[in-house]
């Protein structure tokens, strides 16, 4: 979780809203067509419940974030493109939101799909 105190107050942001942010943003990238489970047993918890961060572990260590994330891309895209695109995007987007610089994102490609 990361801290920040202010004049005002402190601020508390959970390891679940950044993994929030890097879910939304990596459906957003090209050639991702949805989020994968590390293990079977994520697998059949993500079924059960609506989680919004399906697919992606976030890590917190003292000044760095650390992101692992599980996607299946669309057959026919160049997977090393896909992946760095979304690492570039997550990248992006979590730290303009948390102003926290990312020390790693693990892109990890669990399938492919054909769409129709």
Known sequence: MTNETTQTGSIHVSPQAIATIAYQSA???????GMASKNIVDGIAS????D???????????EH???DMYIVIEYGT???????????????Q?????????????VHVQGLRISE
Request: charged share 20%.
């Open 78 to 92: 160049r997977i090393k493109s896909v992946a760095t695109s979304v690492a570039n995007t997550v990248r992006f």
């Open 65 to 67: 974030i650390d992101i």
């Open 47 to 50: 079924v059960l419940t609506k």
């Open 94 to 106: 979590v730290e303009k939101a948390m102003g926290v610089p990312i020390n790693e994102i693990n």
């Open 27 to 33: 459906l957003r990238s090209y050639g991702v067509v």
């Open 52 to 62: 919004p961060t399906h697919g992606v572990d976030v890590h917190f260590t003292g």
